[in-house]
């Protein structure tokens, strides 16, 4: 098999697609990466792709590449960059994608139509998928818990292919197969608005979100209303259940909710979010305006305020740039104007 003929290149190495890479590997499904860290390149080729995981370390010995040495052609695409490098991802693939090949977006946010615009809607598959993982240093992904995910094709409906990743992931997991991955990725953009506000304080996800449950609640309350306008059927994950944050839902059923959301993430050996690390640790721009500035217009084209959406969006950016620092009353102000809002 030559490096063309490989069902599987995972483009972007990180948190995601290394986890997956591995676990394929496991599975004893041939897959190869391509990564645009230089030095994380190195890392794989001198010593593996290592794994952390609860049960030790996975090691997987796989053809890695920078953008400049990869193969020619590419068949089934993981692609798992920030959200902010779609386009450009999506762009550098585009004329190396096979005729038959398709592109699988592995990562945060809603992503397809960017990658379509590239490649074509009958060559993407759309994907849902809640990792808890971090880079450690180059070379090294830490498992931080259990997730979930969702396939489907971005045109509509099933097909043998995303049954067949859906196969070859069974070493990671069982991935839900299912025409409505839409209902899942806007589920996770209300959670991950939760999971966004924590990055505003140095503190780990669960206390916070119980600590400050007025605008946690809020901020998925708002992405799930402009998630009813789009016509979206919401669709539950984890210990994640979006039907309890939506305008008008029992405040009981709510705050039992967010009880079972924090006890869940207070399992994970990950206790702080992606967001965070990259503001705190790796000081770089975060995923948060690419996710949640599309669903700010959305919200707007459909006449719906949504105000704590846009302050969590204005803070992370002031901390992006160091206009301002992480603390709680940040949060303290996104509590208080929930109650101006109601």
């Known amino acids: 098999m030559t490096l063309a003929d490989l069902p599987y290149t995972v483009v972007g190495a990180g948190a995601i697609g290394g986890t997956l890479a591995v676990h394929l590997d496991a599975q004893?499904?041939?897959?190869?990466?391509?990564?645009?860290?230089?030095?994380?390149v190195e890392a794989i080729r001198r010593n593996g792709l290592r794994l952390q995981t609860p049960d030790g370390t996975l090691t997987a010995h796989l053809p890695v590449f920078g953008l400049d040495d990869a193969p020619s052609q590419l068949k089934g695409v993981l692609l798992a960059v920030k959200a902010q490098t779609t386009d450009k991802a999506a762009a550098w693939i585009a004329p190396r994608l096979a005729p038959d090949g398709y592109v699988v977006s592995m990562q945060n946010g809603l992503n397809e139509a960017v990658i379509a615009a590239h490649v074509g809607a009958g060559r993407t598959i759309s994907a849902f998928v809640d990792l808890f993982a971090d880079v450690m240093e180059p070379g090294l992904v830490k498992d931080g818990g259990a997730g979930g995910m969702a396939l489907g094709e971005y045109s509509g409906g099933v097909s043998e292919r995303v049954h067949n990743l859906a196969a070859d992931l069974q070493h990671w997991g069982s991935p839900v197969v299912t025409p409505n991955v839409d209902g899942f990725l806007w589920s996770k953009l209300g959670f991950g608005a939760m999971l966004s506000a924590t990055a505003l304080a140095d503190?780990?996800?669960?206390?916070?979100?119980?600590?400050?449950?007025?605008?946690?609640?809020?901020l998925a309350e708002e992405v799930f209303g402009v998630a009813e306008a789009e016509g979206v059927a919401l669709e539950g994950f984890d210990a994640f259940e979006p039907t309890a944050y939506r305008r008008g839902a029992d405040a009981a059923m709510r705050e039992a909710a967010t009880d079972r959301l924090v006890a869940w993430l207070g399992t994970q050996s990950k206790t702080r979010s992606g967001i965070w690390?990259?503001?705190?640790?790796?000081?770089?721009?975060?995923?948060?305006?690419?996710?949640?500035?599309?669903?700010?217009?959305?919200?707007?084209?459909?006449?719906?305020?949504?105000?704590?959406?846009?302050?969590?969006?204005?803070?992370?950016?002031?901390?992006?740039?160091?206009?301002?620092?992480m603390g709680e009353p940040h949060l303290d102000a996104l509590d208080a104007a929930v109650g101006v809002r109601s």
């Open 28 to 40: 004893g499904v041939p897959v190869q990466l391509v990564d645009a860290d230089p030095g994380h």
């Open 203 to 218: 503190a780990d996800m669960a206390d916070l979100i119980h600590r400050h449950r007025p605008s946690m609640e809020g």
């Open 277 to 325: 690390r990259d503001i705190a640790v790796r000081r770089r721009p975060t995923e948060v305006p690419c996710h949640y500035e599309p669903v700010i217009a959305r919200a707007q084209a459909h006449g719906i305020a949504v105000p704590l959406l846009t302050q969590l969006v204005e803070l992370i950016k002031a901390l992006e740039t160091g206009h301002t620092e």
